[in-house]
């Protein structure tokens, strides 16, 4: 007798800021660790600490680093694997058996580290299939990497590999869209139709959520006087200032052979630019660009000046009331003119520009289509969350295509946006044909690579056919 079982399917969705990891079917991901690690010497060697709270910890001569690449594909494939699975079992499954997670004599920060070097007979994903997210550019050789450690190292019964532009594109509930992600290191333009990308379309621009931290490190640095950028984990206690006023705190000093290292500050540093772009800065709305004119004769920066200023604290306590200082900071994503330099900064060139890499993407596809593409333009991504974002987005993309009618998808809740390509993935993980396994063996199955139903094999590879064919499965069948 043939019986069919519901298998909870893990949806892992890697990338450059963070990486997200949740069952499928669900809404938000569970899990939502920094891709970034720890590095901290120990005896001659070397701990590696991952998640939140062992990562924020100034730990003595502590280093942070990160396995993947700025564009989103992986160059460190041992910490990757080892950062996933910890994404994975932290929040969502049971570790190993012999994992550092049951100590319970070690300190937090040291749960996690050298997680590659706990052998155990027990694979941690062996009765979970598992659809993982991947850029519309990465190689073949990333690509058979993937399915080699699902399989091998995790054991999972079956996996699958879905774009992320595509994924976006599903969670947008659209089979056929444009999709901008503004992600932390890189902007991508994907043209997605019927469920595939076109992949001569996929665009690449370098002027996304880090480019704008740089704007505004350039821009502190050259106010007059410099504005303060000191993280919170410097300052023991501060007392309140006036706006404008020096920052009256205590500072928080280490032993200089013992400090965390600068990579470890500019990580605390990006964190704290972070809450700075959530919460003041905007980008211009339109219509026209900041530096033009406006429709009454004056400059739109005069226009942006009578706007009311936002005010932002320091964690030392300085503070002061941003004018049109927070539309300068995102202004080169649009206009690269317009994007502050220095000596070691020039400005970028205007094919990295948002509007640039669009048409360029579109120049890529038949003419037919696009119409059909810019109707349904789908925003994702954290940057996109800056204010004004879609509605310069929108302005200018009816300015460049006057005649197709242009439609952009934005959701509003900060989740859908930050974390589409993996509720994507999680839709389509939860599909009928992916979550349903058919076995010949009464009982919980543990290996659901033995027989997949018909309409299921058609979409996870199994244990079995990987077996069979090897890593070039993933070529053949995740298009």
């Not at 720890?38 to 060697?45: K, Q």
């Not at 439609?407 to 992916?434: D, H, Q, V």
């Not at 299921?456 to 070529?475: A, D, L, N, P, R």
Request: net charge negative.
């Amino acid at each position: 007798m043939v019986e069919a079982y519901e298998i909870s399917a893990l949806v892992l969705d890697p990338g450059y800021s963070t990486t997200r990891a949740g069952f499928a079917g669900e809404d938000v991901p569970k899990s939502v660790v920094p891709s970034y690690y720890g590095i901290v010497p120990s005896n001659g060697s070397s701990k590696y600490l991952y998640g939140d709270n062992a990562l924020h910890n100034p730990l003595p001569q502590i280093s942070v680093a990160n396995p993947m690449a700025k564009d989103g594909t992986v160059e460190d494939w041992d910490i990757a694997t080892n950062l996933w699975e910890y994404a994975i079992t932290s929040r969502l499954t049971n570790p190993r058996p012999g994992n550092p997670l049951v100590k319970l004599d070690l300190k937090e920060s040291e749960m996690y580290d050298h997680m590659a070097a706990v052998e155990s007979q027990e694979k941690p994903l062996e009765e979970n299939p598992l659809l993982m997210t991947e850029t519309g550019w990465n190689s073949g050789k990333g690509r058979e990497k993937g399915i080699e450690i699902a399989m091998e190292n995790w054991g999972c019964p079956a996996y699958w590999l879905a774009r992320n532009g595509v994924c976006a594109a599903f969670a947008a509930g659209k089979a056929s869209a444009l999709v901008i992600d503004v992600g932390a290191s890189s902007i991508s333009i994907t043209p997605v139709h019927d469920g595939l990308i076109l992949r001569k379309g996929v665009v690449r621009s370098p002027l996304a959520g880090n480019f704008v931290s740089d704007q505004l490190r350039l821009l502190f640095s050259t106010s007059t006087p410099p504005i303060p950028l000191t993280p919170h984990y410097l300052v023991t206690s501060k007392t309140p200032v006036d706006a404008g006023a020096p920052a009256v705190a205590t500072y928080r000093h280490f032993d200089p052979k013992l400090a965390p290292s600068p990579s470890f500050r500019r990580l605390q540093e990006e964190r704290l630019l972070t809450e700075f772009k959530e919460s003041v800065v905007q980008v211009w709305h339109g219509p026209g660009r900041l530096s033009g004119l406006n429709s009454q004769g004056g400059t739109n920066e005069e226009a942006a000046r009578a706007q009311p200023g936002r005010p932002f604290e320091m964690p030392d306590g300085w503070n002061q009331m941003f004018g049109t200082e927070r539309y300068r900071a995102a202004e080169g994503i649009f206009d690269v003119k317009a994007a502050l330099t220095s000596e070691g900064s020039p400005a970028p060139p205007q094919s990295q520009s948002l509007l640039a890499s669009i048409k360029a993407s579109l120049g890529q596809v038949d003419v037919d289509i696009r119409p059909h593409l810019l109707s349904n333009v789908v925003v994702t991504g954290g940057a996109s969350l800056m204010q004004g974002f879609t509605e310069r987005l929108n302005q200018e993309l009816m300015d460049l295509y006057a005649g197709p009618r242009v439609r952009i998808s934005a959701p509003g809740n900060m989740y859908e946006r930050k974390y589409a390509s993996w509720i994507g993935g999680s839709i389509l993980a939860s599909l009928g044909t992916f979550h349903q396994v058919r076995m010949r063996n009464h009982g919980v199955p543990r290996d659901c690579g033995a027989v997949l139903d018909a309409d299921s094999s058609q979409m996870w590879i199994s244990k079995k056919e990987y077996e069979e064919h090897g890593t070039g499965i993933v070529e053949k069948r995740c298009k």
